[in-house]
């Protein structure tokens, strides 16, 4: 009994969870960025070749395409996107194909059972890391701090949408990727009982993983760079030379792993452009501008789909970080934002264009989420229960925002002008009318 009630929160995290994949969730591939990303699996599954050209023939019939384009130099069909989510989604793309085969089903790739198994292979990856998550603070944590800390970071953030409403984009892959590169740094970090040469030969294998499902989320090799070089300046204070000639040994060999990993990326480039890398305006959608040296600050406040602007606990998740008593760890979490929120400044589409909240940032969620556990477990008894009810609060109004957002009361592109969102309240019926037809064609057969 004891150890059912110590899983409560397990239950409860589940619950929610299932029955948001059987109501809510959304199968299909959504819009240009979508299309991007399922082409290639498709492609390989269905085809078994790497031509992109029917895939594109077919989702431009009701949509423009930016995200799949033809070389200039070779003319072959590409997704503008590395390979990792394809790659990720390759055992439920195989897993429609077989059952669709089997069942007698048409097997062409472009059916919503193949559709759904994509978005429900993501969300289910994403749930994993929540639950790893949970498990992982509670290490240190009161299992109350850490559950409200959890589903906070994962209802009052941009998280959900991106689980259930567009999973066949990236975020919701990159964010449990994230999580486990997150947590194998955080193992090599403080712990010395692990088999150096495997640990680290994993901490590769994440980081060739993270970069090539987005490959600004490259900027958290920072993370286990700066982990090293403090291993390696413990072991010269000690004069342990055969320690350094290991770690050294463990490192080359990491770099070999993310390298077998990023592969694959630079073979599809390589079959699609005559090259191993591209770069610039003509093979993606939009580019860098340097002289935006301040955008920064936009990407955080702006109404253009900034971060804190759309999704306030954020600046509670920071203030959290900046109170971690660990100075090192708070240092370097800090600076890899910093540096993420720098760069994502700098991209031509530095607002996301179409984006629920700013989605560049779902795969730091699991950063947030710590900060918010950092800052409850530094406040007193009186002040927690007033947070926690903050937290309640900012759940509601996310999900009030979404519910605004799927039904377009407020525009996918552009600022967002709080006034309407507020004025769009007296729509209210109209606003549950719609919630509940959704939910309806969801749960009622056609």
């Not at 059912?4 to 397990?10: D, G, H, K, Q």
């Not at 990236?170 to 449990?176: D, E, N, P, R």
């Not at 406040?301 to 008593?325: C, E, K, S, Y």
Request: hydrophobic letters at 50%; one cysteine or more.
């Amino acid at each position: 009994m004891n150890y059912i009630y110590s899983l409560r929160f397990e239950y409860i995290l589940g619950l929610f969870f299932l029955v948001s994949v059987l109501v809510l969730m959304m199968p299909w591939i959504h819009g240009n960025d979508g299309a991007g990303y399922y082409a290639p699996v498709r492609s390989w599954v269905v085809d078994g070749d790497l031509n992109l050209q029917n895939e594109y023939e077919h989702f431009i019939q009701d949509r423009p395409l930016a995200a799949i384009r033809i070389d200039p130099e070779t003319g072959k069909y590409y997704s503008q996107y590395p390979v990792g989510v394809s790659l990720i989604w390759l055992p439920a793309v195989y897993a429609a194909h077989g059952i669709s085969y089997l069942l007698g089903y048409p097997t062409t790739g472009y059916t919503k059972f193949y559709y759904w198994l994509v978005c429900f292979w993501s969300a289910c990856l994403a749930f994993g890391a929540i639950v790893m998550l949970f498990r992982f603070f509670t290490n240190w944590y009161s299992r109350r701090i850490v559950f409200w800390s959890v589903i906070t970071g994962w209802l009052a953030t941009n998280l959900f949408y991106y689980m259930i409403f567009e999973a066949s984009l990236s975020h919701a892959v990159s964010f449990g990727c994230m999580t486990f590169f997150f947590l194998q740094a955080h193992k090599l970090h403080y712990r010395s009982d692990y088999r150096v040469v495997w640990e680290w030969s994993k901490m590769g294998l994440l980081a060739g993983l993270v970069f090539i499902i987005r490959y600004q989320d490259g900027i958290v090799w920072l993370i286990p760079a700066v982990i090293g070089i403090a291993k390696y300046l413990s072991a010269f204070r000690q004069k342990d030379k055969a320690a350094a000639v290991h770690l050294l040994f463990a490192h080359l060999i990491t770099i070999l792993m993310a390298g077998l990993v990023i592969l694959p990326d630079l073979l599809v480039n390589l079959w699609h452009h005559g090259k191993i890398w591209v770069s610039g305006s003509q093979y993606y959608h939009g580019s860098f501008k340097m002289d935006q040296w301040w955008y920064g600050l936009k990407v955080l406040i702006d109404p253009n789909h900034g971060l804190l602007f759309w999704t306030p606990v954020v600046g509670l998740a920071f203030l959290g970080l900046a109170l971690n008593p660990k100075k090192a760890e708070r240092n370097v979490l800090l600076v890899t934002l910093v540096l993420h929120i720098m760069v994502t400044g700098f991209w031509h589409f530095w607002h996301g264009a179409q984006s629920y909240s700013h989605r560049f940032f779902v795969g730091y969620i699991p950063i947030f989420m710590y900060g918010l556990v950092i800052l409850q477990n530094r406040l007193t008894t009186v002040w927690v229960k007033w947070i926690r009810v903050l937290f309640l609060i900012l759940i509601v109004l996310n999900f009030a925002l979404m519910a605004q957002y799927g039904l377009h009361l407020v525009p996918a592109e552009g600022p967002l002008d709080v006034s309407l969102f507020i004025e769009n309240f007296s729509q209210l019926s109209e606003i549950l009318s719609g919630v509940f037809d959704y939910i309806r064609s969801k749960v009622v057969p056609e």
